[in-house]
């Protein structure tokens, strides 16, 4: 069973039905027990990190989820607070990747939002995808380079468009809204790691 976790950070639907018809079975739940007892858990999206962050700890799910054994898969603001800080609201994250998350200097429009493709990949995650592929974003923070980035994109500077780090993977990019280039990665995710 698949994990999509429930704390009113929108799009779990989305990656359920994106889950779905890869032919996996998942739930959207906030329910610790089932949380730890999934067989991989995605940890999506769309928000405002102080605001996220307050519902996980008043839930305790800020402790479930650095916690976790299983592969996790966090996506665009899942991504940004498994990071240690986001200049989002001045959030204290879960730390998960000792990576600070900042906003987008405004040289150019921002958010960014649209189709970008990936650059520098090197992780299982990314099989049969090619660098001419396009996934699509939607952000105005960006997670900075580090040792744990495992593909880059360049939107004003490049940052980690995904990063790894033990059995947390982390993506900037919308997955579930990247047509079967994303299909490609969220199967990569669910078939190709322990």
Known sequence: MIAIIDYNAGNTTSVKNAIE????PAIVTNDPERIKRADKVIFPGVGEAS???KFLKEKQLDKVITSLKQPVLGICLGQQLLCSFSEEGTTEC???FPVN????PATDLVPHIGWNNLQNMKSGLFEEIQITDDVYFVH???AELSDYTIATCDYILPYSAAMKKDNFYAVQFHPEKSATVGEQILRNFLVNTE
């Open 101 to 104: 998350v900042k906003c987008f």
């Open 94 to 96: 879960l730390g998960i």
């Open 21 to 24: 018809r890869l032919g996996f």
């Open 51 to 53: 605001t996220a962050m």
């Open 140 to 142: 105005s923070y960006y």
